[in-house]
């Protein structure tokens, strides 16, 4: 059983520590969970794990966060992943800092890497796990906000949440989407 764990984010060491790149954030602490290494692959840095019989091949496109359906789209065709076997991680700022919510579908509130994943795939039936980045920011300053370095306060409960964000992963890899919804949501 294979599936694809997209982390969503901006290439370059100018977005490293950014809110928009908390999707490459866990998929990077995932892999080094499990001795996994990123290499540069086409349209993405690829790191693939084994979890409990389960191959997990774990994203974090190059094709920076607008066009991130293009890296999906290549690695589910060239893995052959169904589309119910994709996971999508993403900052979400209409979630206060640290809460995690998954779905099984839904719309891409507004969201450009989830806007391209959507129309690339033209369907709206993938998982995703938000991770809320909060919004405390002015009105019209989302994009400064968003490329913004998280602060100190952040800083300290991070490695907790991401921790959280991976339980999501292996619960999402191995007893399913409803079941970790129902066991993590909120937590």
Excluded: C
């Amino acid at each position: 059983m294979k599936y694809l764990i997209v982390g969503l984010g901006n290439p370059g060491a100018k977005y490293e520590n950014t809110r928009h790149n908390i999707g490459f954030k866990v998929v990077e602490s995932f892999a080094k969970e499990f001795d996994g290494t990123f290499s540069l692959d086409k349209q993405a840095e690829v790191a693939t794990v084994k979890f409990k019989g389960r191959t997990i091949i774990l994203i974090k496109p190059t094709t920076f966060m607008n066009l991130s359906g293009k890296a999906v789209n290549y690695w589910m065709q060239l893995e052959k992943i169904s589309i119910e076997n994709i996971l999508v991680i993403t900052d979400d700022i209409a979630l206060p800092f640290g809460t995690l919510r998954m779905r099984g579908k839904g719309s891409d509130g507004g969201h450009n890497g989830l806007k391209d994943i959507q129309a690339t795939l033209n369907s709206q039936q993938y998982a995703r796990l938000r991770f809320g980045v909060g919004s405390d920011f002015h009105k019209g300053r989302q994009v400064d906000y968003v490329l913004g370095e998280w602060n100190s306060e952040e800083n300290d409960k991070m490695e907790e949440r991401i921790n959280t964000a991976k339980e999501f992963i292996k619960g999402f890899t191995t007893i399913g989407l409803q079941r970790t919804m129902s066991n993590w949501n909120n937590k």
